[in-house]
């Protein structure tokens, strides 16, 4: 298969049965956002934001976008920036893991850190006021309507199409813009009103359930705001779920799927399973999303107490 750009490599990723950890009275599946080009699902919000910007005249040939970033959003505008030619500087919180920045700096990117301390709306003021100051371009994933828009145009009708002629009853997601939430949500509740919406949330900061946001691992989701792109009324039910479910589910992933994703995958895998054995009736079949993969968490709480040296065998 031969493409003009990398950019035309961006979506389209593969839908796969879950074989050993789905109980046996529910069919599950997983769609794989790892499989595109950096990896994550915010592949498809950068390019939505940037073609979206080009095409009204706000983003000029040249300009530099900033934006404040947990890391995958990041690198992801990195890689599109670097395909058509923008700069690209990232605020990133410093407690985000340091192969996010190293990426972002190999897709010469610009990053700069932000105290923890300051959260996400604290980030989102430091982008704001810097790119203000100096007449750069503001991707703005969390207010932005391209974001949204984007998984409306590509991740929902990805899943309808493969779907089609097929049940699918549930379907679940997390949070941190809110874009593939309610973009694929709203999509679902166009073409398949009968397709249960689940929405998936750190315990320490279940912000759609109306709890107080407390620091929480799952890196990407749920920052200390509720963003104006995403659609409170698409999601019929809300499942939390605890960081070490997060880990726990990831890793059962890989060993026993052979799925190597992140930390937010593995939380919506175990939201997918509280699905399965709390709500799902036999023969319900449910299809989870893994926004990215296990590759940029080594140095993270989800490789804890993973060996470095020789096994014993
Ligand atoms: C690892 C990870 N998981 C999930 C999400 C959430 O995706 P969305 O911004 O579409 O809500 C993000 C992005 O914020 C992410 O980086």
Redesign the pocket.
């Known amino acids: 298969m031969i493409h003009d750009s990398i950019l035309d490599t961006v979506g389209n990723t593969p839908i796969v049965r879950i074989n050993r950890l789905a109980p046996s009275h529910v069919t599950m599946y997983v769609k794989c956002e790892f499989f595109n080009p950096m990896s ?3 592949d ?2 950068a390019l939505g934001v940037i073609l979206d910007a080009e095409a009204r005249g706000t983003l000029k040939p040249g300009q530099t976008v900033v934006e404040a970033t ?4 990041g690198i992801a505008l990195a890689m599109v920036c670097a395909a058509r030619g923008y700069p690209f500087i990232a605020f990133m919180s410093d407690s985000f893991s340091i192969e996010r920045r190293k990426l972002m700096r190999a897709l010469g990117a610009k990053v700069v850190l932000v105290p923890a301390a300051l959260r996400g709306t604290g980030l989102v003021e430091a982008a704001e006021a810097f790119a203000t100051k100096h007449g750069h371009f503001l991707a703005r ?1 969390f207010e932005n309507e391209a ?2 828009a984007y ?1 409306r145009n590509t991740t929902g009708p990805e899943i309808l199409t493969d779907f089609a002629g097929k049940r699918l009853d549930w379907y679940v ?11 694929v949500g709203q999509m679902l509740k166009l073409a398949r009103p009968e397709t249960r919406i689940v929405a998936t949330e750190p315990v320490a900061a279940s912000m759609l359930a109306g709890k107080e946001w407390t620091p929480h691992k ?4 749920t ?1 200390n705001l509720v ?1 104006a792109v ?1 659609d409170r009324n698409v999601f019929d039910h809300d499942l939390p779920v605890t960081d070490e479910q997060a880990r726990d589910t990831a890793r059962a992933l890989a060993q026993r799927e052979g799925i190597f994703c ?4 593995g939380g ?1 895998f175990a939201a997918a399973l509280r699905v399965a054995n709390e709500l799902a009736q036999p023969g319900d079949v449910i299809l989870a ?1 893994l ?2 993969t296990g590759e ?1 968490y080594l140095s993270t709480f989800l490789f804890e107490g993973i060996n470095e040296g020789t096994d014993e065998v």
């Open positions: 994550s699902v915010k498809r919000l947990s890391g995958n959003t994933q974001n949204p998984h997601s997390g949070w941190g813009t809110g874009g593939t939430l309610t973009g799952i890196q990407g989701w920052p963003p995403l992140g930390l937010s995958a919506t999303m926004p990215d940029r």
